[in-house]
Nanobody, 113 residues
Framework: QVQLVESGGGLVQPGGSLRLSCAGSPSIFIIMGWYRQAPGKERELVAS???????TYADSVKGRFTISRDNAKNTVYLQMNTLKPEDTAVYYC?????????WGQGTQVTVSS
């Protein structure tokens, strides 16, 4: 059974940085990415990375967030810099194979002074 285990969330002041990690049980993930959901809002794509390198970012995080993956460890990372209060949300890891779509349990990121 595929599992995604997230870590790295927490409380940070505006302008600070956090790094999220998501480790997947062995599987061939075509796409790995991060979504987020703020209270009262729909879940939205933050960033994704295709096996082989191409990345996609939400306009609101371009230039501040960087997604990367270590295929040997089946792990995807999200480096978040210059965090803003509007980045506050639960962040979910997502991974897709050719036949299935998997989600992590979510990790809270709070940006507040």
């Amino acid at each position: 059974q595929v599992q995604l285990v997230e870590s790295g969330g927490g409380l940070v002041q505006p302008g600070g940085s956090l790094r999220l990690s998501c480790a997947g049980s062995p599987s061939i993930f075509i796409i790995m990415g991060w979504y987020r959901q703020a209270p009262g809002k729909e879940r939205e794509l933050v960033a994704s990375i295709i096996n082989g390198g191409p990345t996609t970012y939400a306009d609101s995080v371009k230039g501040r967030f960087t997604i990367s993956r270590d295929n040997a460890k089946n792990t995807v990372y999200l480096q978040m810099n210059t965090l803003k209060p509007e980045d506050t949300a639960v962040y979910y890891c997502n991974a897709r194979t050719t036949i299935a779509n998997y989600w992590g349990q979510g990790t809270q990121v709070t940006v507040s002074s």
